[in-house]
C-alpha cells in the first residue's frame, strides 16, 4: 500500500497525504493464529479492519477496511523493515508527472479465505 500504518495497544496511527491520523482501537479479538478484527471509531466514523497475515517470513498481510460510508478497502501490507525483499517500482520523473502503470486489482477475497 502507499501509506503507513503503526499499531499500540490502544491506536492505529495512519501516515497518508494529508499526515498522521490516529483511530482509537475500541475492541480487538483474535480469531485465529493469522488472523484479526478490530473496532475502531474517530470523529469522523466507525471502522472496522480484519488483517490476516499470510506470510510470516516475509511479513506480509492483507488489511480488509469495512467504513460505513464506503466500500469495503483492501490493502497488502508489509513490515516496513523487510519492504527491502521484495521488487519496487519507482516512477521517476525529473521534468513532470508521468502517467503510473496500472496494475492488475488482485482478488484481495481469495487471500482472506485462506
Known amino acids: 500500500s502507499d501509506f ?3 499499531f499500540s ?3 492505529i496511527m495512519e501516515w497518508q497525504m494529508e499526515g ?3 483511530q482509537p482501537i475500541k475492541s480487538f479479538k483474535r480469531i485465529s493464529k493469522q488472523q484479526y478484527q ?3 471509531e474517530s470523529k469522523r466514523e466507525k471502522t472496522d479492519l480484519e488483517i490476516r497475515i499470510l506470510d510470516t517470513v516475509n511479513q506480509i498481510a492483507v488489511f480488509k477496511e469495512l467504513s460505513f460510508r464506503s466500500k469495503p478497502r483492501y490493502f497488502f501490507m508489509v ?3 523487510f519492504a527491502k525483499n521484495f521488487p519496487i517500482i519507482v516512477n521517476y520523473c525529473p521534468m513532470g508527472r508521468r502517467n503510473e502503470f496500472e496494475f492488475e486489482t488482485p482478488d484481495f477475497t481469495k487471500y482472506l479465505k485462506k
Open 9 to 11: 495497544d490502544s491506536t
Open 79 to 81: 513490515v516496513a523493515e
Open 4 to 6: 503507513k500504518v503503526m
Open 20 to 22: 498522521p491520523w490516529g
Open 38 to 40: 478490530l473496532s475502531l
